[in-house]
């Protein structure tokens, strides 16, 4: 899974938004992880995302990930 960014005006975009957004099925969004809202202001939220199912960026596209995701433990 990958994390990536989806922006949306108003209120919390639903998955199925984040996914029509990324060019997805919304099958390949984590429901678990949910809508995460980053800069909610702005209108910019973060989604988990099966990584081979994101397609790059064209030069045109606003760039939305995928970002590292690192796994968060104790020392």
Request: glycine residues 6%; negative net charge.
């Amino acid at each position: 899974m990958a994390l990536a960014t989806v922006i949306a005006q108003g209120k919390s975009p639903s998955l199925a938004f984040a996914a029509k957004q990324l060019g997805v099925e919304a099958s390949d969004v984590d429901d678990a992880y949910g809508v995460i809202p980053l800069e909610p202001i702005r209108g910019l939220y973060a989604v988990l995302v099966r990584a081979d199912r994101l397609q790059p960026p064209s030069e045109a596209d606003t760039y939305h990930g995928p970002y590292a995701n690192p796994k968060i433990s104790p020392f």
